[in-house]
């Protein structure tokens, strides 16, 4: 919350947050409950969630910046913890025909799942991915960056390690390592809290994703040329409808699903 601007520290910040969403927010009704999408300025949202009893169940962040790419949409990816308003989905940067595969697998979370019905898979779609910051590091150019690593194998100045996808686990989490370099920056102020925070459009292995930051976080400014690397959590949303999975002529004659 705090890398677009909502410092969430404590049970009460949180309940004024709910409180603003709810007072501020404009209430979209869907199948499985009902989201509260409240956008602020520069693309700053939170999408709260209600089940149909109006019981709160989650709320998720987002930030619509300027990335748009193309992801081959492979699977739907359920996990155990997910509320029934959340989603996500496995993709592949830089698809092939079809979508099926690319140049590297990731998964990111979706704030709006529920507006959507079944989708068909495989397909590639135009997607603006936001990546929120748990930690980032800036070097003013590129010969910092390779100077600043000790090892002899090096991370290229552009480089995406989808590490949601390591491990045992069976709930894939939408996480990710990655290094790129900023095209625009600027610092925003959150219309509602009056705090900042660091956005910054980032060209990365595979296509340019939006980048927000907590400003405490930054030791050093970003500037445009700069190169970023850290780890971050990814958001996304379709920049166009996704191609849905048409019911068979029995599931429409008898209300199936």
């Given at each position: 919350?705090?890398?677009?601007?909502?410092?969430?520290?404590?049970?009460?910040?949180?309940?004024?947050?709910?409180?603003?969403?709810?007072?501020?927010?404009?209430?979209?009704?869907?199948?499985?409950?009902?989201?509260?999408?409240?956008?602020?300025?520069?693309?700053?949202?939170?999408?709260?969630?209600?089940?149909?009893?109006?019981?709160?169940?989650?709320?998720?962040?987002?930030?619509?910046?300027?990335?748009?790419?193309?992801?081959?949409?492979?699977?739907?990816?359920?996990?155990?913890?997910?509320a029934v308003l959340d989603g996500a989905f496995h993709g592949w940067a830089d698809p092939e025909a079809g979508g099926k595969s690319g140049l590297y697998p990731l998964v990111f979370?979706?704030?709006?799942?529920?507006?959507?019905?079944?989708?068909?898979?495989?397909?590639?779609?135009?997607v603006q991915l936001t990546a929120f910051s748990h930690e980032l590091y800036v070097y003013r150019?590129?010969?910092?960056?390779?100077?600043?690593?000790?090892?002899?194998i090096k991370l290229a100045p552009e480089s995406f390690i989808p590490s949601g996808l390591f491990g045992e686990t069976d709930d894939p989490g939408a996480t990710a390592f990655f290094t790129g370099q900023v095209q625009q920056t600027?610092?925003?102020?959150?219309?509602?809290?009056?705090?900042?925070?660091?956005?910054?459009?980032?060209?990365?292995?595979?296509?340019?994703?939006?980048?927000?930051?907590?400003?405490?976080?930054?030791?050093?400014?970003?500037?445009a040329g700069s190169i970023v690397s850290g780890s971050f959590w990814i958001s996304g949303k379709f920049l166009e409808g996704p191609q849905l999975k048409r019911k068979s002529f029995a599931a429409r004659m008898f209300g199936m699903r």
């Open positions: 919350m705090t890398s677009i601007g909502f410092d969430v520290e404590q049970e009460s910040d949180w309940n004024k947050l709910v409180g603003l969403a709810l007072k501020q927010g404009t209430r979209i009704q869907t199948g499985k409950g009902i989201y509260v999408h409240l956008e602020a300025n520069e693309g700053i949202e939170l999408w709260l969630q209600l089940n149909p009893k109006h019981e709160i169940i989650g709320m998720n962040p987002h930030y619509t910046g300027k990335s748009d790419r193309c992801l081959g949409i492979t699977a739907e990816v359920v996990r155990k913890t997910d979370d979706i704030p709006d799942r529920a507006l959507y019905g079944i989708l068909e898979l495989p397909q590639i779609l135009r150019d590129e010969a910092q960056f390779m100077n600043s690593q000790e090892t002899e600027r610092e925003i102020v959150n219309e509602y809290t009056g705090a900042a925070f660091s956005w910054a459009l980032v060209n990365t292995l595979g296509g340019e994703i939006d980048v927000v930051t907590d400003t405490r976080l930054l030791a050093e400014p970003l500037t």
